[in-house]
């Protein structure tokens, strides 16, 4: 029935004619902030102009021992999210407008939806259930005001789903830094020494296939405190069997946010995690979450946990006074227990602390908090590469890696590791592989996987990841983020072997075999 449905829904779409006004078409940003430009939009092509400085630029210029000067271009990428993008809306008979789609940002899109269409925001329900990747790509509105303008008109839920073709065609405080600790400990896990004795001996031998080594470090922050209010809130409840459930409006895209809002949760409660549940990004059941971007997931909601768990800690550990007769500040909670630090034979399980409030004070245990972020600390990478390059062909294969973060507490060691690995594969595809194709009407060639080449893995060299572990004092259990900070650095270490091997410097990206045979030719 639903593809008859859909069947009839296509045919119908082809025989709609629809006449165009043809407009010039840039597809370089230079190009459509001339003077002269056709303006898309009213007063000029450009939105807004921000100027952002600090210190004393001259003078550093002039007080500096050297100065480099140069042009690098970067390619429009495609993040190859495993779903691409897709939403169902439903605007229902008393007029609330109901939105179920993968993003970044259930809030954010709920103002958004309440400005375009004019509704209050007790009228617009936003949920993720679930996403397939989000890499910055899902947080702002792309389906969804169609899906939600559809269901208006026709009265019934409207379900959009992009195909890959047109989901690739569409749109203060440094903290505990430790970034020479990163420096360090990766020469050590790389083997720098190793790598630049291969790199001479494939250039003195004059080889047709020559090694090259690189490496990068960068920084990445912990959300955007200074900017605005960076904030999430946390709702937590105790259930009458002593099982917890926590309400968070985090968007989990894979990375792990959830479990790692459990854990921190089960470490202040003394809950263990199979007996923890979450209900999670929905505009009506949860409180307001900033969004998932600028690697503010572990640093700042972890942080919301915190807050959240210690205060209703403060309520066990009252009722757990009531039942111990010991000082609330001698009860320690572990193993879904509560006992006396000095008698931990005299114990109380959480059941049968939520059981007594029932029963005696006719109350449950319930709290939530919002938390503010007050610092931003720097997550640091640094990355390492080595690569040979076929002079004959310019085929670049990469030989192996390595990486070292500074994440503060690793909360989850192998969600970490995960987050990294990801990161580098990302970044070696935006260094030697991907770059989105425009024709002169820019229209996007390469609209499918199939000629738009994202590293494989087993085209992924051999990997060695290090954490150095320094608390970060204003993190949750001293941690910071690692998001996106484990992409930065990766395609420059890439880029800088690519260019140690041949003794040419690229300044542009993606390094293609044909860049590097045009280089090797001047």
């Not at 082809?14 to 902030?33: F, K």
């Not at 790509?137 to 969804?144: Q, R």
């Not at 111990?324 to 009860?331: A, G, M, Y």
């Not at 990206?509 to 590097?516: F, M």
Request: proline share 4%; aromatic share 6%.
């Amino acid at each position: 029935m639903l593809l008859r449905q859909k069947e009839a829904a296509e045919q119908a779409i082809r025989l709609i004619q629809v006449e165009y006004e043809p407009l010039p078409i840039y597809t370089d940003l230079e190009q459509a902030m001339e003077k002269d430009a056709y303006p898309i939009h009213e007063g000029g092509n450009i939105i807004e102009e921000v100027n952002m400085s600090a210190g004393d630029v001259d003078k550093a210029m002039e007080e500096a021992d050297y100065i480099f000067e140069g042009r690098y271009q970067v390619p429009q990428i495609h993040h190859g999210a495993i779903e691409p993008h897709g939403a169902i809306a439903d605007y229902d008979a008393l007029g609330k407008l109901t939105i179920y789609t993968p993003t970044q940002d259930v809030f954010g899109q709920r103002i958004n939806l309440s400005r375009i269409f004019q509704l209050p925001m007790n009228r617009i329900r936003v949920i993720s259930p679930a996403m397939g990747g989000g890499f910055g790509g899902k947080i702002d509105l792309i389906v969804e005001p169609v899906a939600a303008l559809l269901s208006m008109k026709t009265g019934r839920p409207v379900k959009i789903v992009l195909n890959r073709r047109e989901d690739m065609g569409s749109k203060e405080s440094f903290g505990n830094s430790r970034q020479k600790d990163c420096v360090k400990k990766g020469c050590e896990l790389f083997e720098w020494e190793e790598g630049k004795r291969e790199q001479e001996e494939s250039k003195k031998a004059g080889d047709r296939y020559r090694v090259g080594i690189g490496m990068a470090i960068a920084p990445h922050g912990n959300g955007i405190y200074g900017v605005m209010p960076d904030t999430t809130g946390i709702m937590l409840k105790i259930n009458e069997d002593g099982s917890l459930v926590l309400f968070t409006g985090v968007s989990d895209m894979g990375n792990g946010s959830l479990t790692l809002q459990c854990q921190i949760a089960s470490e202040v409660l003394g809950i263990t995690m199979d007996r923890i549940t979450t209900v999670h990004t929905d505009t009506d059941t949860t409180l307001p979450d900033l969004g998932a971007y600028a690697s503010r997931g572990t640093y700042v909601s972890g942080g919301a946990v915190v807050k959240a768990a210690k205060h209703l800690r403060g309520l066990l550990a009252q009722e757990a006074e009531e039942m111990l007769h010991v000082p609330k500040e001698q009860i320690e909670f572990s193993n879904n227990h509560a006992f006396d630090r000095e008698n931990a034979g005299n114990s109380v399980t959480i059941e049968e602390l939520a059981v007594h409030a029932k029963d005696t004070h006719e109350n449950d245990f319930c709290c939530s908090d919002t938390f503010g972020s007050y610092a931003s600390p720097i997550s640091y990478g640094c990355h390492f590469a080595k690569v040979s390059v076929d002079t004959l062909t310019g085929e670049v294969k990469m030989l192996s890696y390595a990486a070292v973060h500074d994440v503060g507490k690793a909360i989850n060691p192998r969600s970490v590791e995960g987050q990294i690995e990801g990161g580098i594969q990302m970044g070696i595809g935006y260094a030697l592989s991907e770059s989105l194709i425009y024709d002169e009407e820019g229209k996007v060639k390469n609209n499918s996987f199939r000629n738009y080449h994202m590293y494989q893995a087993d085209e992924m060299p051999k990997t060695k990841i290090a954490l150095i572990e320094k608390l970060e004092e204003t993190g949750p259990y001293g941690a910071k983020s690692i998001g996106e900070c484990a992409t930065v650095p990766s395609a420059t270490a890439v880029a800088n072997a690519v260019s140690n091997a041949l003794d040419i410097t690229f300044c542009q990206l993606p390094i293609t075999a044909e860049r590097i045979l045009q280089a090797l030719s001047k």
